[in-house]
């Protein structure tokens, strides 16, 4: 799952969900930027190995491989 989720994070899709289909990356990035920067809650994935975290992912709205998309969501919503 770590190439997997290192792979993601090459992408603007806010999680792996999103990328399966155009709605689904809607929906999940609606639904993420609420979560994430509307209401301020935490979002992260820890992956682990034999016991040990060997990589954490977090929201990509603060990152610049979902600027473009988080101007969007502001725009959608009048922020």
């Known amino acids: 799952m770590v190439p997997t989720y290192a792979s993601l994070e090459e992408t603007n899709f806010p999680s792996l969900y999103a990328a399966t289909a ?8 609606f639904a993420s930027y609420v979560h994430v920067v509307l209401l301020r ?14 990589k954490v992912v977090r929201s990509c ?19």
């Open 41 to 54: 809650r935490p979002w992260e994935i820890a992956l682990s190995q034999g016991g040990k975290v060997v």
């Open 61 to 79: 709205w603060d990152q610049p491989r979902c600027a473009a998309k988080r101007a969007v969501m502001e725009q959608l919503l009048g922020r």
């Open 22 to 29: 155009p709605g689904d990356d809607f929906a999940e990035a």
